[in-house]
């Protein structure tokens, strides 16, 4: 395994997480709310009297954010080397880990993981073994 030096960029990634995690302790100290994204969209579209403003606020931002960075940084537009009903497919079985496994990779990998939750420390480990796995399979087995 190689690391492509050229596009490697850890500055970018460290700011991206301390963006991730300043919004995380934002919203749990100040809402009392887990920064989990799958638990954000799935309320906004049967949410509680009161509880729609806040989720609707941070997809909006999750949506307008890589939007101007293309109009004010050097953003380079996502590629994907796959066909639709692919992308597509990847999309539902991620959603159907997210639901078996009571939240997604934000909600247990950053904020259960920060709270030293059992089960969220339990389902990150499950989630990059999946990673693992599946890359594995992909490069070595399938290609």
């Known amino acids: 395994m190689t690391i492509d ?3 490697f960029t850890p500055g970018s990634g460290f700011a991206g997480g301390l963006l991730i995690g300043l919004a995380a302790a934002i919203l749990i100290l100040g809402a009392g709310r887990v920064l989990g ?3 954000i969209l799935g309320g906004a579209l049967a949410a509680r009297p009161g509880d729609t403003a806040w989720r609707l606020s941070l997809i909006a931002g999750l949506l307008l954010a890589p939007s101007l960075l293309g ?4 953003a380079d537009r996502p590629r994907f080397d796959v066909s639709w ?3 597509i ?8 880990g997210t ?3 009571s939240g997604c990779t934000s909600g247990h990998g950053v ?3 920060a709270r030293l939750s059992r089960r969220s420390l339990v389902a990150t480990a499950l989630f990059m073994l999946a990673g693992f796995a599946t890359v594995f399979v992909v490069r070595h087995v399938v290609g």
Do not use: D, I, M, N
């Open 85 to 87: 009903p692919v992308l």
């Open 5 to 7: 030096w050229a596009h």
């Open 111 to 113: 904020c259960g993981v």
């Open 89 to 96: 497919a990847g999309g539902l079985l991620v959603g159907f």
């Open 37 to 39: 994204a799958a638990g």
């Open 99 to 101: 639901r078996l496994a």
């Open 71 to 74: 109009l004010f940084g050097a």
